[in-house]
């Protein structure tokens, strides 16, 4: 389980795509400082997909990715110096500064328009249209694994206000009109609205 707040950026130094194996792709990702302490078997948000890291060396974790991660993530759209937003997994006792976050994608969209002002951005972004019952104004949605609040809604696409700081810090501040984002919608609204 995740918040929804980044740690820092990870670059991609390693991408190999397989298709007769157990899995589809496997990437390594350059960490940094946030693989201290990791293991192999630990879970790793990336881009707000929950992977597992099963080698780690010189603060390069590699993640096998299966066929299923690639078709509903951006993560299969990645190439060598990609830039991924990192998190590690919530311990018990962590304060949650965010929201619940699984990091269990329902989907992608993409990113329709970018409204730069002085102390924040508005991002509008398509939604999936079988997402959108799971969207609330005001509600709690994470894109590219940031938690963030959505800002107004209508039919198949939302909008969420960023401040300064999350540009920098996150993929986000690279993003331009056109690109895929990972979406996980507020996972206690998904468990009301299923019934």
């Known amino acids: 389980m995740f918040t929804g707040i980044v740690e820092g950026l990870g670059t991609v130094v390693r991408l190999e795509r397989r298709t007769k194996t157990r899995s589809e792709a496997r990437m390594g990702v350059d ?6 302490g990791l293991k192999i078997g630990d879970s790793v948000s990336i881009n707000g997909v929950c992977l597992t890291a099963i080698n780690i060396a010189n603060g390069i974790a590699d993640f096998e990715m299966v066929g299923e991660t690639i078709k509903m993530t951006n993560l299969g759209s990645l190439g060598i110096g990609g830039k991924v937003n990192i998190e590690r997994s919530l311990r018990v006792g962590d304060r949650l500064e965010g929201h619940f976050v699984l990091g269990h994608v329902d989907g992608s969209g993409k990113i329709l328009r970018i409204d730069r ?13 079988e ?10 949605i994470t894109v590219d694994g940031i938690s963030l609040t959505v800002v107004d809604k ?12 999350t540009m920098e810090v996150t ?25």
């Open 31 to 36: 960490l940094g400082g946030l693989a201290r």
């Open 117 to 129: 002002q002085p102390n924040q951005v508005q991002l509008w972004v398509d939604l999936p249209r």
């Open 131 to 140: 997402l959108a019952r799971y969207v609330a104004r005001k509600g709690s």
């Open 154 to 165: 209508m039919k198949n696409k939302f909008s969420v206000s960023i401040i300064p700081h």
């Open 171 to 195: 993929n986000l501040g690279l993003k331009k009109v056109g690109d895929k984002v990972n979406i996980e919608t507020d996972v206690l609204c998904k468990y009301i609205r299923s019934k």
